[in-house]
Structures are given as structure tokens and as C-alpha cells.
């Protein structure tokens, strides 16, 4: 397989065989991410990924799992991306599901034709970044997306089929827009009734800016932050997942069933006095 550096996929695709389709996001401006910024967005060579994926196929048949890369793989051209899942229906013969991360305006921009014939050649896990459901944070953070956008998109997607895994970045809001992060978070995922739900911690990347007057968030307010969330959540049949290294502490479980024992942990840690409630605490090894 060929990759060019840096490649990014979500923790739950450590088992999948990925396939770069393009490089870079075609967006890049939000002030929270790092991941592509020294990355100039382009699409892989065409006949280059119909042979790797054939090469791929003879080498590794028995693959069940593929994730395509880069970011927002759903805003290639639906011809081009049908084109990449016939091909890689066809080079694995046990394949179950194929995944990518994709952002509320490319899905929008997707017909119900488009999407459902997308669906039917096993493309089944869009890997969304809601962030805040504060259109305000949003904006100031420069990322190029509605939140009514989005909770449409997740709606949409989810209703023909797809399973969509939102992501929110806890601290966000930082200091000053601790309550209208947490808020509008709550109302946008009750709306969305997403299948998949991640809580990150928001901690600010060397080379990005933040805003100005931003004050983040300490690592005992940013626990609070994630319980207070929790606590409003009235989501269906979701899975929940806190279990990224920027996390303080682990969670996972399923709403609405696991909803109280969560809520149990995280009361119990924020009294514990292992929390930092002046600083970030212990910053993950890979910042």
C-alpha cells in the first residue's frame, strides 16, 4: 500500500485496510484541527487506486473492513467515488462495510439517488465532526459548516441506511462559552439521534492560534463539562465512546441504558481530587 504522511483514520478503524483516495481536507481552515495543514488538498491519481485496490484484493481477499482516506472522502465526485466501491466490492469477496470520514455539506450535497446507490455498494460508517452544536464557537473557530447543516445531514444519512458517528470536542467553548457549548451540544444530538457518538477533549495544538480572549478550560471543568452533556443526552440506541488519549478518563457504554452508570464514574472522579482544576492536566504523549 502507498500512503503519503501524514495519514489519519478514526480509533475504530485500526483493524480496516485503508486506501488514501486523496490527500489532505478540502476545507483545512478550521482553527481546532491540525490534521491537514501541511497538506495541499488533491485527488489521488484515478488509475493508481483501481490498482492498488486490485493489487490489494489478490494480496489480502479475505479483508472485511476498509476505511478510505483523507479527510471528507464523501466530497468526491459521486461518479468517482461509486466508481472506487465497485471496485472495491469486486476485489473482496467477504467485504462487509466500507467507512470515511465526511462532513455535513458534502452529504447535503448528494442527491437521495446518489446516497442510496453509495449504500448499496456497503459504503455504511460517515465519520462526522459535529464539534459544538453552537453555531457562534463554530464560527469562531472558522469551520465551514452549519449545525443545522449537519443535523440535517446526520438525519438524512441515518434515514437511508447509514451509520453515522459524530464526534463533539469537549472544551471548545473554552471558558467563556462553557454554558452555550454545552447547551446547544445537547440540543443538536438530541436532534440527530446519532448510532455513534465520541466525546474528545479540545486541547490547542502548537501552530494554531486560538482565538483571542480564549481561555481553556481546566481538566476538572472539562470532566464537569462532559458529565453536564451526559446528563441532558435523551438519545435512543446510541453507542458512546470517550476513550480517546486526549480523555482524562475512559468511558464508553450505550445510551439510553449505560446513561446513569456514566454519569455514576464521572461523579465519582470529579470528587476524587485527581483532577487538575488549575491547568490541563497531563497533556496526551502525541502533542
Request: glycine fraction near 6%; hydrophobic fraction near 45%.
Amino acid at each position: 500500500m502507498k500512503y503519503e504522511e501524514p495519514l489519519f483514520r478514526p480509533p475504530a478503524e485500526a483493524g480496516s485496510l485503508i486506501f488514501q483516495v486523496a490527500y489532505g481536507c478540502p476545507h483545512n481552515r478550521c482553527r481546532f484541527c491540525g490534521m491537514y495543514k501541511t497538506v495541499r488538498y488533491r485527488l489521488r491519481n484515478r488509475a493508481e487506486v483501481l490498482a492498488e485496490i486490485a493489487g490489494a484484493g489478490k494480496a489480502r481477499p479475505d479483508t472485511r473492513r476498509v476505511f478510505l482516506a483523507d479527510g471528507d472522502v464523501m466530497a468526491l465526485p459521486s461518479n468517482l467515488l461509486g466508481e472506487y466501491l465497485e471496485a472495491i466490492n469486486a476485489a473482496f469477496p467477504h467485504l462487509a462495510r466500507i467507512n470515511l470520514y465526511a462532513n455535513g455539506s458534502s452529504i447535503a450535497l448528494k442527491s437521495e439517488e446518489e446516497l442510496r446507490r453509495l449504500r448499496a455498494l456497503r459504503l455504511h460508517t460517515l465519520y462526522v465532526g459535529l464539534e459544538s452544536g453552537s453555531q457562534n464557537i463554530l464560527d469562531v473557530f472558522s469551520k465551514s459548516e452549519s449545525v443545522e447543516e449537519m443535523i440535517a445531514a446526520v438525519r438524512r444519512a441515518q434515514a437511508l441506511g447509514f451509520r453515522c458517528s459524530v464526534m463533539i470536542l469537549i472544551g471548545l467553548g473554552g471558558r467563556s462559552f462553557r454554558r452555550e457549548h454545552i447547551a446547544a451540544t445537547i440540543h443538536a444530538l438530541n436532534r440527530m439521534q446519532p448510532k455513534l457518538l465520541s466525546a474528545l477533549r479540545f486541547i490547542s495544538l502548537p501552530g494554531l492560534p486560538l482565538p483571542e480572549h480564549y481561555l481553556p478550560v481546566t481538566e476538572f471543568e472539562a470532566v464537569e463539562e462532559l458529565r453536564r452533556i451526559i446528563a441532558g443526552l435523551e438519545l435512543e440506541h446510541t453507542v458512546f465512546r470517550a476513550d480517546h488519549a486526549s480523555n482524562p478518563i475512559p468511558l464508553d457504554g450505550r445510551f439510553p441504558a449505560d446513561r446513569e452508570r456514566l454519569l455514576a464514574e464521572l461523579e465519582a472522579d470529579l470528587a476524587s481530587g485527581r483532577l487538575d482544576q488549575n491547568g490541563p492536566g497531563s497533556i496526551p504523549m502525541f502533542l
